[in-house]
Nanobody, 124 residues
Framework: QVQLVESGGGLVQAGGSLRLSCAAS????????MGWFRQAPGKEREFVAA????????RYADSVKGRFTISRDNAKNTVSLQMNSLKPEDTAVYYC?????????????????WGKGTLVTVSS
């Protein structure tokens, strides 16, 4: 059974940092791009960041560029999201995803695999 399990969410003050991790099990994801989406209360799920299977290509939403950094470790089947300079508008449930498509075509629809999400709350 394939599973993506997120960890690292929590409550942090504005300007602070958090590091999210996603552990994949049940298969190897070395041929899948991996990444993150988020969904704030009352809003649609949106793309945050993704990284290619080799780690050589990354893509970020404009709203997080320069503040968030995505990385992966194929040996450990994990992907991480370092979030710095957090803002209250970053508050959301963050979902890990994996898909065989190019990071440039990632949308909330059609991902091969999803995690169940981890809550990030940024207080002002």
């Amino acid at each position: 059974q394939v599973q993506l399990v997120e960890s690292g969410g929590g409550l942090v003050q504005a300007g602070g940092s958090l590091r999210l991790s996603c552990a994949a099990s049940g298969r190897t994801f070395s041929s899948h791009a991996m990444g993150w989406f988020r969904q704030a209360p009352g809003k649609e799920r949106e793309f945050v960041a993704a990284i290619s299977w080799s780690g050589s290509i990354t893509r970020y939403a404009d709203s997080v560029k320069g503040r968030f950094t995505i990385s992966r470790d194929n040996a450990k089947n994990t992907v991480s999201l370092q979030m710095n300079s957090l803002k209250p508008e970053d508050t959301a449930v963050y979902y890990c995803a994996a898909d065989r498509s190019s990071v440039w075509s990632w949308t909330p629809n059609g991902m091969d695999y999803w995690g169940k999400g981890t809550l990030v709350t940024v207080s002002s």
